[in-house]
């Protein structure tokens, strides 16, 4: 006749209800601020990337929505809306008044412009930004690209047109039709006191080597930014292994004593033949045979919820402790000699709690160990 009752009955372990949280908030507080910080970075980047994307998407929403001629090597946009003109790589976008009244000085402004491949340092640009969007220095680097990019197509225009008077007359009076497009190549995107100094004051082999020169400083943070991806996914992948650590001491995962000679499981999780009665019961723990006082250790960070002082020598479990843990586990340590710990006390995973004796019923100094998870004894040697 095989009897299914618990030899180890203990009502009281089944109780749940305290098992605290604070103990989880406060071990992994540190490890969740900083996943905070990557989240920010992460939702700014989805925010100026998806900009990006809609920028692009508008540029050619007003392809499809306007003429488009052929000219030389170029597609001309002609824009129904008044608006100064732009470029973005062969396709330059022009007022169609302003090429009808043929205005070539707009139109080799922006032919310059497309030419020299302004478009690929805007979209880079652009790109960087997505990822060191943080970057106050990226935003004057935008800009001073820009600027150049102007100063050497108004170089451009002038190599062909002597007329500076004429010009710069124009660019004043493009003043009032000015649209942003950050990705394209503008003709009006500076401040016109300034192109205006600038043809007088730079030839192009100056703007050029300026331009070389801004070029050192953009490379360093193209660098910067992929050192920044590279640096998060670093920093996530270490937060993940703290996160791991951190659960480990959360849950019952080491073995509870100290272990040296003499220290061995003596009596497994299941269906055993009780030592004294010779019955086959169910043992819901593992007994751990070790020397008289050898030191027990808090199996997981926990909450002290009970050490029995009202035991009888030789009867039952005699003196015990049981530890509430986080994610619905308890623990609990029986036959022990000796307490290191009193009721309402946190410990930490491998702290010294008790030593092993044999207080309660038994044939020998032991640790009798039993896991409860969510209410129901478990198998603790899954757990070591």
């Known amino acids: 006749m095989v009897n299914s009752q618990n030899q180890f009955e203990f009502n009281e372990y089944m109780n749940f209800g305290s098992t605290i949280n604070s103990l989880e908030t406060n071990t992994i ?32 929403k007003t392809i499809n929505a306007n003429e488009i001629i052929n000219y ?16 973005f790589f062969n396709y330059i976008f022009i007022d169609k008044d302003d090429y009808r009244d043929g205005s070539n000085e707009l139109l080799l402004h922006e032919i310059t412009h497309a030419k020299q491949k302004h478009s690929f340092d805007a979209i880079l640009l652009e790109i960087i930004l997505v990822f060191q969007w943080f970057n106050p ?25 002597n007329d500076k008077i004429a010009y710069q007359q124009l660019i004043i009076d493009q003043i009032e039709k000015n649209i942003h497009v950050r990705l394209a190549s503008q003709f009006n995107y500076s401040l016109p ?56 001491k959360l849950i019952p995962s080491i073995f509870p004593v100290k272990k040296g000679d003499g220290v061995e499981i003596s009596s497994g999780y299941g269906m055993r033949i009780h030592p004294i009665s010779k019955k086959e019961m169910m043992h819901n723990a593992v007994d751990i045979k070790a020397p008289m006082g050898t030191p027990v250790f808090a199996t997981a960070n926990g909450l002290v919820r009970k050490v029995e002082k009202d035991f009888k020598q030789g009867e039952g479990y005699g003196k015990y402790i049981i530890i509430d843990h986080t994610n619905g586990f308890s623990t609990l340590y029986a036959q022990l000699s000796e307490y290191n710990v009193i009721e309402g006390k946190e410990v930490k995973q491998g702290d010294v709690i008790g030593y092993v004796g044999q207080t309660g019923l038994s044939v020998g100094p032991h640790l009798h160990y039993e896991v409860i998870k969510e209410g129901k004894n478990v198998n603790p040697e899954d757990y070591f």
């Open 29 to 60: 507080e540190l490890i969740h601020k900083p996943n905070f910080l990557v989240l920010l970075y992460f939702v700014c980047v989805s925010i100026f990337l998806i900009r990006l994307f809609y920028q692009l998407f508008q540029l050619f």
């Open 72 to 87: 030389k090597k170029f597609k001309l946009v002609l824009l129904n809306n008044s608006s100064s003109p732009f470029s």
């Open 137 to 161: 220095f990226i935003y004057r680097y935008r800009q001073a690209f820009k600027e150049i990019h102007e100063y050497l197509a108004d170089r451009g225009v002038l190599k062909t047109n």
């Open 193 to 248: 006191k300034n192109r205006i100094k600038m043809m007088t004051r730079i030839n192009s082999s100056k703007l050029a080597k300026f331009k070389t020169l801004l070029i050192i400083p953009l490379i360093a943070l193209l660098l910067m930014a992929f050192s920044m991806k590279t640096s998060t996914e670093s920093f996530l992948n270490t937060n993940q292994v703290l996160q791991t650590l951190s659960d480990s």
